[in-house]
């Protein structure tokens, strides 16, 4: 069995236990790359269907090519979406300028968090993983949040033969992390092998920039490169030293910056 | 920056390593140092930390590199798990920082679980102390074959063999008595980078691989294919047309055109299709590690947590079971409470019947006399689950034998399977002893009446031990005690019961077939009926027939009177003796007496005669 197909049989098995075990779960489409395998697998565990809501939070910021492509796919692929949005922060005029963590907490964190209580979801599915920075390589598969939607990352369950976390009181939720195990390149890889139609913003436009992570338009910086498919990425990728998220602009504001804002709920 | 950094991305299968050991025996120093001397850290990364060293005026350390929450970097101690990436020349690498404090053993154990291989360390200055031993417990006990000793900070000890040696023969004692061999003890210094990538010039006698050498002889771990087939059952689509069973390979093959048998509901069905979507073309066959969806030719009621196997080979289904277990709990695993038990995807209540031993995880001394194991501690026990479950022993298929304790909402213990007692006879017995109490015609005497004039409760003593420790010798000394002090007692042997009761059968087959147990079981409780305390000695009887006559003569209690000059008993017994607190008759009874009347079984005559 290769890596990927092992990688893949990990997934199907966690999203298959979430479906199982939580009646009201919904899934987050950020439109990257990630989130979008995510979805691919869930289309696998379920055998070209897919059951569960996908949640977008729309900080009314993204780039606008990425909402064309969620509309397309999601009609296409039949899927249910709920989007989100804090229309009262918009309203208030919330922007990056007052401060990047505070924006991100405002349309992304409450963003989220006004839809699940709306919707009453009690687990949330994520396209995170463990390789993208330090504090979600400290992540469990099954990750509980409180009341205030808080991540207690000194005291998490333990997590042992895919024994997982399923059981919760009242008021609080699970984040379950299917792709925890991949890489940034396993990924690309799988992509690659799927042929999973990827938006377009990831490959080198004419000035030879590309993007390697996406999310607003006014935080998230594009990189040098000429990777104009999936296979120029993956050989660019091989040979690169810098981090993933080096072109997101929050995760530099603070020394623990990401650390902040995952343990108030942020993705 | 928030990189979790590894310079190359990963391509290819990465291997599952876990680093455990004691609180600042410098595992994420050893980490840090693998992923610098690998060339791993993506540009910047280094000098990032060494930033944040000079803003909160501390030297650098290698440690930081991974301790990503600022917690752990202001106490400078690993608290959670962390899974960083790095590559040799034969293959990348996700290695896990386990957290070597005593209050994170849930992290060490999350971190352990999931491993293919284990690095042990142990400061070379302070030598083997309590987490290394817990941590290589726990190791056997978590299954892991592929285990290294790291001594670390030789450095300290300015490169003395003399102290390698001392530690590794220490620990390899340790580790012998658990059954386990490590592959290798290497001497480094992770400060230093000496024998981890490159070769130490100040440890030239020692002759092994470094580190990174290690780590590329440890082999990756393969699904379990040749084993029988598992298949249990995550849950039932019904998407569209077909109803699909799903779940995961657990072990061995199965094809299209199979027979499969599903435990504990016992129903049988015939594999029409192996579904798939997105896939070149529709496999024919499943094996182990696939997650898959199968179709059969009839529609059976099964549902999550049944077990699909060949007919051939079925898994082991019974209520009643021995484990070794561990507890990460707050609150004490205890006996008689009710936990829920999860076992692949079955989720059963369970009770813990017996502690056969509980056991200080860090001295692996027994805990004599304990009904409850605290956080941190494991035991030997016996587990009782309300309906029945489906396993396999974990020698056999660990895959199968192996579960969580869930108290509350969380996840609190885990346990490996190494025996269980069979549901036809936990059933026979029971069904007898139900039919039995619900056809008996009680007399107008009831067992307060009898008590009240006796002076005592209705009992059953058991006196067990090897053949000559004095077993009968005490039993015959106990009844007459008793029968002095104007007690009901009775002497009840087993070749008793055998030569008159079962004089109708041939020997060997009264005592295989259990007979033996049965008949013993039902005369017995015929005498705690009338309200005696029945003695008996028994070399015939093992643990196993223990539980089966306390099924026959439940609710009266049993009191297990242990001979014996072993270190462990064998079991729980509620009384221990060595052979020479047995000889001496007064005392030993005395002992005894004194047990039946704490217990509130000997309540003294309430009149005088």
């Given at each position: 069995?290769?890596?990927?197909?092992?990688?893949?049989?990990?997934?199907?098995?966690?999203?298959?236990?979430?479906?199982?075990n939580f009646k009201n779960l919904a899934m987050l489409w950020s439109i990257g790359k990630d989130s979008t395998v995510l979805l691919w697998l869930a289309r696998k565990a379920f055998f070209g269907h897919c059951p569960i809501p996908l949640v977008h939070i729309d900080t009314s910021y993204k780039i606008p090519s990425m909402i064309e492509y969620r509309d397309k796919y999601a009609q296409e692929w039949g899927l249910n979406l709920v989007v989100g949005q804090n229309k009262k922060a918009l309203a208030e005029g919330m922007n990056h300028e007052k401060g990047r963590i505070v924006c991100c907490e405002a349309l992304k964190t409450q963003g989220l968090s006004q839809v699940m209580e709306q919707e009453g979801y009690t687990g949330l599915i994520l396209g995170?993983?463990?390789?993208?920075?330090?504090?979600?390589?400290?992540?469990?598969?099954?990750?509980?949040?409180?009341?205030?939607?808080?991540?207690?990352?000194?005291?998490?369950p333990p997590e042992l033969w895919d024994q997982f976390k399923t059981t919760f009181a009242d008021g609080t939720h699970i984040r379950i992390h299917p792709l925890l195990h991949w890489t940034e390149l396993n990924v690309w890889e799988y992509i690659e092998k799927e042929k999973i139609p990827i938006i377009d913003l990831y490959f080198a436009n004419e000035e030879g920039r590309r993007y390697r992570s996406l999310g607003c338009a006014p935080c998230t910086g594009s990189i040098e490169s000429n990777a104009k498919n999936v296979r120029e990425i993956i050989e660019e990728l091989k040979d690169t030293s810098s981090s993933e998220r080096s072109g997101r602009a929050q995760d530099q504001e603070d020394t623990y910056a990401m650390q902040k804002l995952r343990a108030r709920g942020y993705m | 920056m928030g990189s979790n950094g590894h310079k190359d991305p990963q391509s290819g299968r990465q291997m599952k390593l876990v680093i455990v050991g004691h609180v600042d025996h410098g595992k994420s120093t050893l980490v840090g140092r693998l992923m610098a001397d690998t060339d791993s850290l993506p540009t910047g990364k280094l000098d990032f930390i060494k930033d944040i060293c000079d803003q909160q005026g501390k030297t650098f350390e290698f440690?930081?590199?991974?301790?990503?929450?600022?917690?752990?970097?202001?106490?400078g101690i690993t608290i959670d798990t962390s899974q960083i990436f790095f590559k040799t020349k034969k293959r990348p690498y996700v290695i896990i920082d386990a957290p070597g404090h005593k209050e994170f053993l849930k992290n060490m154990v999350?971190?352990?679980?999931?491993?293919?291989?284990?690095?042990?360390?142990?400061?070379a200055y302070e030598g083997v102390q309590e987490q290394s031993r817990r941590h290589g417990y726990l190791l056997r006990l978590l299954g892991m074959k592929q285990v290294a000793v790291v001594v670390n900070k030789m450095d300290l000890v300015k490169h003395d063999p003399e102290v390698f040696y001392k530690i590794k023969s220490e620990y390899t004692d340790f580790l012998q008595s658990l059954g386990v061999e490590a592959r290798e003890y290497i001497p480094v210094s992770a400060k230093l980078g000496e024998n981890i990538a490159h070769r130490s010039e100040n440890m030239t006698?020692?002759?092994?691989?470094?580190?990174?050498?290690?780590l590329d002889q440890f082999e990756d771990k393969l699904p379990e294919v040749n084993q029988p087939f598992r298949l249990p059952l995550q849950d039932v689509y019904k998407f569209d047309e077909r109803r699909i069973l799903a779940g995961r390979v657990e072990s061995g093959t199965a094809k299209i055109g199979d027979e499969v048998i599903f435990s504990p509901s016992n129903k049988k069905g015939v594999i029409k299709s192996i579904e798939g979507w997105s896939v070149d073309k529709k496999p024919k066959t499943v094996e182990a590690s696939q997650s898959v969806g199968i179709t059969l030719t009839e529609q059976i009621f099964v549902e999550r947590g049944d077990v699909a196997t060949l007919v051939s080979d079925p898994p082991i289904v019974t209520t009643t079971f021995d484990a070794n277990v561990f507890w990460m709990g707050k609150k004490h695993l205890q006996k008689g409470e009710s936990y829920l038990i999860k076992l692949t995807t079955q989720n059963v209540e369970c009770e813990v019947a017996r502690f056969n031993k509980a056991i200080d995880a860090s001295t692996l001394e027994p805990l004599p006399d304990q009904d409850f194991i605290a956080k941190n501690d494991v035991a030997e026990l016996t587990l009782r689950t309300r309906q029945p479950i489906a396993f396999d022993l974990f020698t056999s298929i660990a895959e199968t034998g192996r579960f969580v304790l869930v108290d509350e909402y969380d996840v609190c213990g885990g346990g490996i399977i190494t025996g269980f007692t069979p549901l036809s006879e936990i059933d026979r017995y029971r069904d007898e002893a139900q039919y039995r109490d619900s056809h008996w015609i009680k007399g107008a005497v009831t067992p307060d009446m009898r008590a009240y004039r006796n002076g005592h409760q209705a009992a059953m003593i058991l006196i067990t031990g090897k053949a000559g420790v004095g077993k009968a010798d005490l039993a015959g000394h106990l009844e007459e005690k008793l029968f002095h002090q104007n007690f009901q007692s009775y002497l009840l042997d087993g070749r008793n019961i055998q030569v008159g009761l079962g004089a109708d059968m041939d020997q060997d087959k009264y005592f295989s077939d259990g007979e033996a147990v049965r008949r013993f079981g039902e005369v017995a409780k015929l005498f705690v009926d009338a309200g005696h305390v029945v003695i008996s000695t028994s070399n015939v009887f093992n643990q196993e027939d223990h539980s089966n006559i306390s099924l026959l003569v439940e609710p009266t209690p049993i009191v297990e009177i242990q001979v014996t000059n072993d270190k462990f008993p064998k079991g729980k017994p509620e009384i221990v003796m060595t052979t020479e607190e047995a000889a001496n008759h007064e005392s030993a009874v005395q002992k005894v007496l004194d047990y039946l009347k704490d217990q509130k079984i000997l309540t003294g005559h309430n009149y005088s005669i």
């Open positions: 069995m290769d890596h990927l197909t092992e990688l893949e049989n990990q997934s199907v098995y966690i999203l298959r236990e979430a479906y199982k995170i993983r463990r390789d993208e920075e330090g504090t979600r390589a400290k992540e469990r598969y099954f990750s509980p949040r409180d009341k205030n939607f808080e991540w207690n990352f000194k005291d998490q | 440690a930081f590199l991974l301790d990503a929450l600022e917690e752990e970097q202001k106490q999350t971190g352990a679980a999931n491993a293919e291989a284990a690095l042990l360390l142990i400061d006698w020692y002759q092994g691989p470094t580190v990174l050498e290690m």
